[in-house]
């Protein structure tokens, strides 16, 4: 497995948020970032649609870009916890970048930062009200006939179920990259092995409990307390390292070549990137966590086609546009057997399953992001961004 050459301050193939964050404070990364910073989600865009917290963005092509132009637009859909610019992290390792040089006309639903009024946000809202509501505004907006979603992570299991409660709408094809369907395998494997936990924490956790004491689970305390330290420390290696009155500390050469290093290596600025990302959370928002932990973890719920949406069941055997599922060999967070569900139920003739070497961090932005991800991704979806939609039978 490849790195960007930087020792423990590049990017892994196998790495995960946790493997991140361990990295992050053991190398003094976290006190890097309060002296220097790094620009994320730097794609040039525009909010083409909002509703309540949530903004739909379209990202523009680069001024003067030609080149061919797909027919069909992609939508990525992103979970609610971590923020979504993983999709776009820095020029030069920006998924989001290199769709849009490949011609694509991609959009990002952001559902934004959950505040109090979003307590009662439910998987039927974001699923009956959200998505389709910027699924149409990206069709309006382009003048496609349909659309490509590509859901990772959380985004991947809501998108996941968007399609199969709409088999005749306008989705032409479904990217889902790491995305579980099946909550709590059989065979987890030892990656999964935490699953068989959540599914019996229904004995004594009630998830319930977090919207009626919090109303939105406060995940992003944490990174509020995590980040307050950080300063504080970077503040205090800052006053011990540099010298009173004038002359230049051996601190701030290093900060200076730290610097000059992220201006120029794209790896560098991917590290620092990252490194803020996973610890850049926002609220859960409080009925979604019930339900997702709920119905979801402890009762595996999605695969056995009892979640219900406002009456309607959600049978994942009734997807039927083409289906590319994406799992990680290294992914603990979403191991594969939570994703393999997904093909052995789609209907339609037309679905593929990878699993890339690779964890739920590093098939995003490591090395096998651009060796092997976003290729696979382009070479599946450029024949079926055809005009002309082919027949799902």
Same mark, same amino acid.
């Given at each position: 497995?490849?790195?960007?050459?930087?020792?423990?301050?590049?990017?892994?193939?196998?790495?995960?948020?946790?493997?991140?964050?361990?990295?992050?404070?053991?190398?003094?990364?976290?006190?890097?970032?309060?002296?220097?910073?790094?620009?994320?989600?730097?794609?040039?865009?525009?909010?083409?649609?909002?509703?309540?917290?949530?903004?739909?963005?379209?990202?523009?092509?680069?001024?003067?870009?030609?080149?061919?132009?797909?027919?069909?637009?992609?939508?990525?859909?992103?979970?609610?916890?971590?923020?979504?610019?993983?999709?776009?992290?820095?020029?030069?390792?920006?998924?989001?970048?290199?769709?849009?040089?490949?011609?694509?006309?991609?959009?990002?639903?952001?559902?934004?930062?959950?505040?109090?009024?979003?307590?009662?946000?439910?998987?039927?809202?974001?699923?009956?009200?959200?998505?389709?509501?910027?699924?149409?505004?990206?069709?309006?907006?382009?003048? +496609?006939?349909? $659309? #490509?979603?590509?859901?990772?992570?959380? &985004?991947?299991?809501? =998108? /996941?179920?968007?399609?199969? %409660?709409?088999?005749?709408?306008?989705?032409?094809?479904?990217?889902?990259?790491?995305?579980?369907?099946?909550?709590?395998?059989?065979?987890?494997?030892?990656?999964?092995?935490?699953?068989?936990?959540?599914?019996?924490?229904?004995?004594?956790?009630?998830?319930?409990?977090?919207?009626?004491?919090?109303?939105?689970?406060?995940?992003?305390?944490?990174?509020?307390?995590?980040?307050?330290?950080?300063?504080?420390? +970077?503040?205090? $290696? #800052?006053?011990?390292?540099?010298?009173? &009155?004038?002359?230049? =500390? /051996?601190?701030?050469?290093? %900060?200076?070549?730290?610097?000059?290093?992220?201006?120029?290596?794209?790896?560098?600025?991917?590290?620092?990137?990252?490194?803020?990302?996973?610890?850049?959370?926002?609220?859960?928002?409080?009925?979604?966590?019930?339900?997702?932990?709920?119905?979801?973890?402890?009762?595996?719920?999605?695969?056995?086609?009892?979640?219900?949406?406002?009456?309607?069941?959600?049978?994942?055997?009734?997807?039927?546009?083409?289906?590319?599922?994406?799992?990680?060999?290294?992914?603990?967070?979403?191991?594969?057997?939570?994703?393999?569900?997904?093909?052995? %139920?789609?209907?339609?003739?037309?679905?593929?399953?990878?699993?890339?070497?690779?964890?739920?961090?590093?098939?995003?932005?490591?090395?096998?992001?651009?060796?092997?991800?976003?290729?696979?991704?382009?070479?599946?979806?450029?024949?079926?961004?055809?005009?002309?939609?082919?027949?799902?039978?």
């Amino acid at each position: 497995m490849d790195r960007f050459g930087l020792g423990p301050f590049g990017i892994v193939d196998y790495d995960g948020p946790e493997t991140i964050r361990l990295r992050k404070y053991a190398t003094g990364t976290h006190v890097l970032l309060e002296e220097i910073g790094v620009e994320t989600g730097a794609t040039p865009k525009e909010v083409v649609w909002t509703k309540n917290t949530a903004r739909l963005y379209r990202f523009r092509r680069a001024e003067g870009g030609g080149g061919i132009r797909r027919a069909v637009p992609i939508l990525l859909i992103y979970g609610f916890v971590l923020k979504p610019y993983i999709l776009d992290l820095v020029p030069g390792n920006s998924l989001v970048e290199y769709l849009v040089q490949e011609g694509f006309d991609v959009y990002l639903l952001d559902f934004g930062i959950s505040g109090p009024a979003d307590a009662g946000l439910s998987l039927e809202d974001l699923v009956l009200d959200y998505i389709p509501g910027a699924v149409r505004r990206v069709r309006e907006t382009s003048g +496609a006939a349909e $659309v #490509s979603l590509f859901g990772q992570s959380q &985004g991947g299991t809501l =998108s /996941a179920m968007y399609a199969s %409660l709409f088999p005749d709408g306008p989705l032409r094809n479904l990217v889902l990259l790491s995305a579980p369907t099946e909550f709590a395998p059989r065979n987890p494997g030892p990656l999964g092995l935490w699953t068989l936990a959540s599914r019996n924490s229904g004995a004594f956790f009630d998830p319930a409990i977090v919207p009626r004491l919090w109303g939105n689970l406060p995940t992003d305390i944490a990174s509020q307390l995590i980040n307050l330290a950080a300063g504080w420390q +970077a503040t205090g $290696v #800052s006053v011990a390292a540099r010298p009173i &009155g004038r002359g230049c =500390s /051996a601190y701030d050469v290093a %900060l200076r070549q730290a610097r000059g290093l992220a201006e120029r290596d794209v790896a560098m600025r991917s590290w620092l990137a990252v490194s803020k990302w996973v610890d850049d959370a926002a609220p859960f928002p409080g009925e979604t966590f019930r339900q997702w932990v709920g119905g979801l973890y402890q009762r595996d719920e999605l695969v056995k086609g009892r979640v219900e949406l406002r009456g309607t069941k959600v049978n994942l055997s009734n997807i039927g546009c083409a289906v590319l599922n994406v799992s990680g060999r290294w992914d603990y967070v979403v191991p594969p057997s939570q994703t393999e569900a997904i093909t052995a %139920l789609a209907c339609g003739p037309d679905h593929e399953s990878v699993c890339l070497d690779a964890g739920h961090v590093g098939m995003l932005v490591g090395p096998a992001a651009r060796g092997s991800l976003w290729p696979r991704v382009r070479e599946w979806l450029v024949p079926r961004s055809e005009r002309h939609r082919r027949d799902r039978r």
